[in-house]
Nanobody
């Protein structure tokens, strides 16, 4: 059973920051690339950002460049999405996934978790 649990979301004002966590179980995150995705009601889930096994970033969404960063903590088998200078359009449910390579994020090894809600509003 290859699972992830996202946490850390919440309500934040524009310009604020949040850090989301992605705790993996049943596999080792260090063996894979890590992608973060988001979804809003009525729209398809979209890729946001991905890092390779060697932590090289690939941006799926240009709007988060310079604001979002992925990291990993090997000891905790947990990945993080640091989100800075948040904007209302960043609002959505955020999901993490372990993928073989960032260039093909459809090859996902874990089941989708429940995601973590991020709401950016004043």
């Amino acid at each position: 059973q290859l699972q992830v649990v996202e946490s850390g979301g919440g309500l934040v004002q524009p310009g604020g920051s949040l850090r989301l966590s992605c705790a993996a179980s049943g596999f080792t995150l260090d063996d894979y690339a890590i992608g973060w995705f988001r979804q809003v009601p009525g729209k398809k889930r979209e890729g946001v950002l991905c890092i390779s096994k060697s932590d090289v970033s690939l941006y799926y969404t240009d709007s988060v460049k310079g604001r979002f960063t992925i990291s990993r903590d090997s000891a905790k088998n947990t990945a993080y999405l640091q989100m800075n200078i948040l904007k209302p359009e960043d609002t959505g449910v955020y999901y993490c996934a372990a993928v073989l390579i960032c260039e093909d994020p459809g090859i996902r090894i874990n089941s989708w978790g429940q995601g973590s809600q991020v709401t950016v509003s004043s």
